[in-house]
């Protein structure tokens, strides 16, 4: 029988993730996944591979496959048991099945496993399994080679940086003196003298004004620091509001050269705002730094942010032991040692061909998504035939 009438957990069984706080993490290279995804690494694993991981609070259907061994969270649901069934399909069986799918207990966000065990569903059979996932994975596949491809560019570029401005052997370096540590015609100064004045550093503004009855499907994006993933802007569990909300905060929207900027748990994540992302919201649990152009390459300060000596600065002037928190205020004065204008002009040269072509595999990338994701439900439901 080709399709048969089940529950979802005759399909696969899921289990809830386990605890592990930042302050336990070791180095090691066993991704941890949350609701959001690969998150960290530590060095001892969980669940084997294959897995499939999804989140269990509020809203869910963002669903994860991995193909080493990991360490699911406590904040994600993952599948102990896929029944025989192929583990690449089952993510994409669950990703389906959850689609769209809203917790009843408003109060209490968690999502119980064994109801969603119980929901009804239509599964198919091995050989239909395997088409369904050798054509959804066709699309997978591209997805991830271009997100290689972006992590080269992105790191050539990281490297390029720690070479001229972190070991300072930048062109020309033989010739340049060096007082204290800060080349002849760089200076140090302070992050918020390279910011707009006024709203050059500033947090997410309006969260107090929205509410979840805000929020809609489509709309626009509002970022929040669990969509800063590999030095941009994760779009595929983005909240959203609508048009005419934010008319109302339309001062507050990211304009091109922004940089979003975590300031909650995971400090550090950091998106460059492009044309693209013109026009969004900074959420409430990131920053929002605006640079002024005439004292810095916005870029250059996005890539001068991420540097380790302005890094470990930032994180020394976080408060909280449990969720290390930033605010605006304690970063005016962080200090920065900027390069002369000369110099970072011809970094831009130097990278700004690597990041336009990122950022093209990236928009290849959500065309990709959104054709997979236009895809699925036809193939899940039958009633298109592979």
């Given amino acids: 029988m080709s399709w048969q009438t089940c529950r979802l957990g005759d399909v696969l069984t899921l289990k809830r993730g386990h605890d592990l706080p930042e302050h336990s993490r070791q180095d090691g290279d066993v991704p ?23 989140g269990r609070y509020g809203t869910i259907g963002e669903v994860f496959y991995l193909e080493e061994d990991y360490w699911p969270l406590n904040t994600a649901l993952y599948v102990i048991d896929f029944k025989g069934n192929d583990p690449r399909f089952s993510a994409y069986f669950l990703r389906n099945v959850l689609k769209g799918y809203q917790s009843e207990k408003a109060a209490v966000p968690g999502v119980d496993r064994n109801v969603l065990h119980e929901i009804k569903v239509r599964a198919p059979g091995h050989t239909v399994q395997r088409r369904i996932t050798d054509t959804l994975a066709a699309y997978d596949d591209l997805i991830e080679n271009n997100r290689r491809r972006m992590a080269l560019l992105e790191e050539s570029a990281r490297l390029l940086y720690h070479e001229w401005f972190v070991r300072l052997r930048f062109p020309g370096y033989e010739h340049t003196s060096i007082t204290d540590g800060v080349p002849e015609g760089w200076e140090r100064k302070a992050l ?30 509002v970022v929040m620091p669990k969509d800063l993933i590999d030095f941009r802007i994760s779009i595929s569990s983005i909240a959203r509001i609508p048009e005419a909300v934010a008319d109302k905060l339309g001062r507050h929207r990211m304009a091109p050269g922004d940089i979003a900027y975590g300031r909650r748990g995971d400090i550090g994540r950091r998106a460059y705002i492009g044309k693209r992302q013109a026009g969004w919201f900074c959420g409430t649990g990131c920053l929002r730094f605006r640079p002024n152009p005439l004292a810095i390459s ?56 690597m990041r336009e072509m990122a950022e093209v ?26």
């Fill in 298 to 353: 916005p870029l250059y300060l996005f890539d001068t942010l991420g540097a380790p000596e302005a890094l470990g600065i930032i994180m020394n002037r976080a408060k909280g032991s449990t969720m290390p928190n930033l605010s605006a205020g304690a970063l005016k004065s962080v200090p920065l040692l900027v390069a002369s204008r000369g110099l970072q002009d011809i970094y831009l040269e130097q990278v700004e061909g």
């Fill in 32 to 54: 941890v996944v949350s609701s959001s995804g690969i998150t960290g690494r530590h060095k001892e694993a969980k669940a084997k591979a294959p897995g499939v991981v999804t």
């Fill in 192 to 221: 918020e003298s390279v910011c707009s004045s006024g709203d050059g550093i500033q947090t997410g503004p309006f969260g107090s004004q929205l509410h979840q009855s805000d929020y809609s499907d489509e709309g626009v994006p």
């Fill in 361 to 386: 595999l990236d928009e290849q990338n959500q065309k990709l998504r959104a054709a997979r994701d236009l895809l699925l439900p036809r193939l899940m439901s039958g009633e298109l035939a592979v």
